[in-house]
Every structure is written in structure tokens, then in C-alpha cells.
């Protein structure tokens, strides 16, 4: 019993001396130590606002001079002005003084003379009843001329030795290979140079051989099968069957080698869609 009292007694005592210690060490140390950073935090503050301080003094310093310069260009400027306006009152002056000096005009009143114009009488004329002649035209009877047929020869060539003439210009007999479609100026005339004159000369040849005598560019994309079938076509039912069928195509829409082309064939005939040949 003695013992259990001395310890609860021990312990009383040893919780009040912690007490006592820890009141001292937050009286010592953490009260001093919080007041320290409380102060530097208060020198910072402060070293802020004497920097902020500073700052507005020198826009003060920059404001009054500012205000000084405006001012002093206001007094310059109302000093221009009153020099203008003396100077305005000076010209002003001397112009009144001048007018002044001069003699004034006098103006006559002039009277606008009355001019009379005469009359006349347009006189009445009578014209007489004309006959208008009857011109009788004399007839003349048109000759019948006989055209001479040529005979269409088969044209062979090899595609290595193709003469090298120069155009030769269209002439009796020979064909308008502008009229295929996709036949051009230019074409037309590598196919005259080569001795190709007639639908049946053209139709004669081989894709091969066309294309040895045209020498197109790749990217145009020439149909010479279709040339060909064109002119076999025309060959052997006339020019009038191929526009009819390219009036077909255009009926259908833009021709197939419209864009493989470089323009249109200056030569255009009624029903027929322009060749885009070159």
C-alpha cells in the first residue's frame, strides 16, 4: 500500500516537472525563436515599401518634370498664337488700307440691243408620181464540170525511213486530215510532210508508224487508234460520217482528247466539234 502511494505520488511529481520543463523551453527557445522570424519577416516588409517608396519618389521627380516641360510648351505655344494673330491683324490692316486707297468703279448700265430676225415661208413643192422600173435579170446556166478521179494507192512505209519533206499545202484530190478528231494544225502538217494527204493514206498505217511520224509527248496520251478508226470511217462513208460522230461526242460530253491537246484547230465546221489536236 506504502509502495503504490510513493508511485503515484512519483508520478504526480514527475508530470508537473515535465510541465515546469516545457513551459521553459517555450518561454526560452520557441517564443525566441518565433519573435526572430517574425522580425525578419518585418525587415523584409519593411526594405519592400522603402524600395516601393523610392520608386514613387522618382515618378514624382519625373511627373514634375513632365508637368514642368507642358507647361512650359503651353507658354510657347500661346505665345505662337498671339504672334499669329498680331501678325493676322497686321495683313488685315494693310489690306483695308489699301482697299481704301482705291478708287472705286463705275459700272455703266448697258442695255441689250433688240435684234429682229426675219421670217420666211418655206415654199410649197409638188412632187410628181415616179414609176419605179422593172429590171429583168438575165438567166445563166452553171456548166457541168467533170472532176477527174484519182485512185487512192495504198501507202506503205517503215517506220525507220520515213521521208522528210517539207508542208506541202492541200491541193486537188487530197483530204482534211484536220477533221479527225484530235488532228491538228501542227499534226496535220508532220502527216502531209510524211506523204499521209488522204483519209485512205491514214487509214493505211499502223499505230506504230503514226506515232513515228506525230512524235507526241507521252503525257498527252494520243489515241492514234482512235485517229485511225476515224479515218477508215471517213475513208469509206466521207467526212460527214466522222462529224456526225463527233457531234455524238458532244452530245455525250467534252471529247476524250480535248485535254490530251495543246488548243483548238483554228478550222471548225458546221456540226463538228473543234479537234484539239495540236
Known amino acids: 500500500m506504502a509502495s503504490a502511494l510513493n508511485l503515484l505520488i512519483a508520478g504526480i511529481i514527475g508530470?508537473?516537472?515535465?510541465?515546469?520543463?516545457?513551459?521553459?523551453?517555450e518561454i526560452w527557445y520557441f517564443r525566441r525563436w518565433r519573435k526572430q522570424v517574425r522580425d525578419e519577416r518585418v525587415e523584409q516588409l519593411q526594405a519592400t515599401v522603402?524600395?516601393?517608396?523610392?520608386?514613387?519618389?522618382?515618378?514624382?521627380?519625373?511627373?514634375?518634370?513632365?508637368?514642368?516641360?507642358?507647361?512650359?510648351?503651353?507658354?510657347?505655344?500661346?505665345?505662337?498664337?498671339?504672334?499669329?494673330?498680331?501678325?493676322?491683324?497686321?495683313?488685315?490692316?494693310?489690306?483695308?488700307?489699301?482697299?481704301?486707297?482705291?478708287?472705286?468703279?463705275?459700272?455703266?448700265?448697258?442695255?441689250?440691243?433688240?435684234?429682229?430676225l426675219p421670217t420666211f415661208e418655206a415654199p410649197a413643192v409638188e412632187l410628181g408620181a415616179f414609176e419605179t422600173p422593172t429590171l429583168e435579170l438575165p438567166t445563166f446556166e452553171a456548166p457541168a464540170v467533170e472532176m477527174p478521179a484519182f485512185a487512192m494507192g495504198?501507202?506503205?512505209?517503215?517506220?525507220?525511213?520515213?521521208?522528210?519533206?517539207g508542208p506541202a499545202?492541200?491541193?486537188?484530190?487530197?483530204?482534211?486530215?484536220?477533221?479527225?478528231?484530235?488532228?491538228?494544225?501542227?499534226?496535220?502538217?508532220?502527216?502531209?510532210?510524211a506523204g499521209i494527204t488522204t483519209f485512205a493514206g491514214l487509214a493505211a498505217l499502223s499505230v506504230e508508224?503514226?506515232?513515228?511520224?506525230?512524235?507526241?509527248?507521252?503525257?498527252?496520251?494520243?489515241?492514234?487508234a482512235d485517229w485511225l478508226r476515224q479515218a477508215r470511217l471517213a475513208a469509206e462513208q466521207g467526212a460527214a460520217a466522222v462529224h456526225g460522230v463527233l457531234q455524238g461526242r458532244s452530245n455525250v460530253g467534252v471529247s476524250r482528247n480535248w485535254l490530251s491537246g495543246c488548243g483548238a484547230s483554228p478550222t471548225t465546221t458546221a456540226g463538228r466539234v473543234p479537234s484539239s489536236g495540236l
Open 169 to 193: 499545202a492541200i491541193t486537188l484530190g487530197d483530204d482534211p486530215l484536220i477533221d479527225i478528231d484530235g488532228i491538228g494544225p501542227a499534226y496535220d502538217q508532220r502527216l502531209r510532210a
Open 209 to 224: 508508224q503514226v506515232a513515228a511520224i506525230i512524235k507526241a509527248p507521252a503525257w498527252r496520251k494520243t489515241n492514234y
Open 50 to 116: 522603402r524600395a516601393k517608396d523610392s520608386r514613387i519618389g522618382d515618378l514624382d521627380g519625373r511627373l514634375e518634370r513632365a508637368q514642368t516641360r507642358m507647361n512650359a510648351l503651353q507658354g510657347e505655344v500661346a505665345q505662337r498664337t498671339q504672334e499669329v494673330e498680331r501678325m493676322q491683324a497686321e495683313r488685315l490692316a494693310r489690306l483695308a488700307a489699301v482697299v481704301s486707297d482705291a478708287e472705286p468703279l463705275e459700272t455703266a448700265e448697258l442695255e441689250a440691243p433688240t435684234v429682229a
Open 15 to 25: 508530470f508537473i516537472v515535465g510541465l515546469v520543463l516545457e513551459l521553459v523551453l
Open 154 to 165: 495504198a501507202v506503205g512505209m517503215a517506220v525507220s525511213g520515213l521521208p522528210t519533206r
